[in-house]
């Protein structure tokens, strides 16, 4: 079937989208539900009604993006992984406040890929004339996009000193909600398949797991391989822990093979050119699952079981 499909397939031209999309929020210090006082302006933003803001995406923070990091993580040190969830991210929303978050102001402004969708929130008085934020990671992303650094004093939020309790989350969110919308607005729609992208890739790893329901390591490799990617096994286990971290797929043993599958998205993570009979999304579709019921059920039911609770 696999042969079929790539005998048929157009691969120039084809179009990659976010298949769940979600924001990356980082920044300062968090406190619990039951706190009223927030510790940070990423805590006072979460104390908001934020996701009134937030339209069609989830929000999910990077601490808990990071506790997949010691679950059987191919990575070998944070960085790179936490760069890859990032380029996977329709919007980084980053408040740029403590120690922690100036270290990913400056990771993630280094990244074409995450810098064109990053939006910094950052108090005015870290952007002095003499300051390196200012001077490197911020300037480099004002030009990147106008959209992309939002600075607040203090006085606009109610913030007096160091003294995050003061701040109001109203009023914080009530001057972030339209850059917000605005800076996830301009990452939406499809992009081109650029090759090299990580993100890009893991789009496509997605959208061959949505046509051919189940898949294996071999088989995986062999569809990139019909769009002029080279896959190695570390890279697609990088990519399968990634999509797996952000609930986009799953992973189980199937016999010898590890097998792939796609969790439940809300969109299509490509648009493939097929030629002939092929060229009916549906009916292929459905061809497939009929494909793998006669030669290889056993794959079926694998995914089956792995998605029981």
Known sequence: ???????????????????????????????????????????????????????????????????????????????????????LSDLVLLFSESPGSFAELGAFASHADIANKTLVVIQQKYLGKDSFIA????????????????????????????????????????????PVADRLEESKGSKTLRRSSFSHRCRLYIAFLREFQVLKDAELIQLFAAFGISISKPVLNQIAFCCKCVDWSKTAKSGFDRIHFALDLKKEAAKFNLEGDFSDRIKRRLEIRAHWSKTDPDRLEARNEAMLP
């Open 135 to 178: 001077k490197g990671p911020i300037a480099y992303l004002s030009d990147v996009s106008e959209k992309s650094v939002f600075s607040l004093t203090n006085s606009s939020i109610g913030l007096r000193g160091n003294h995050f309790a003061n701040v109001k989350p109203d009023k914080l969110l009530s001057l972030l909600a339209g």
């Open 1 to 87: 079937m696999l042969s079929a499909f790539i005998e048929k397939l157009e691969a120039g031209g084809t179009h990659v989208y976010s298949p769940d999309p979600f924001v990356l929020l980082c920044g300062g210090e968090r406190s619990g539900v039951d706190i009223d006082k927030p510790k940070s302006l990423r805590d006072a933003f979460l104390k908001s009604d934020f996701y009134k803001s937030i339209k069609n995406a989830e929000v999910r923070q990077i601490e808990d993006i990071r506790e997949y990091f010691d679950k059987d993580s191919p990575y070998n040190e944070l960085f790179t992984f936490e760069r890859h969830i990032a380029q």
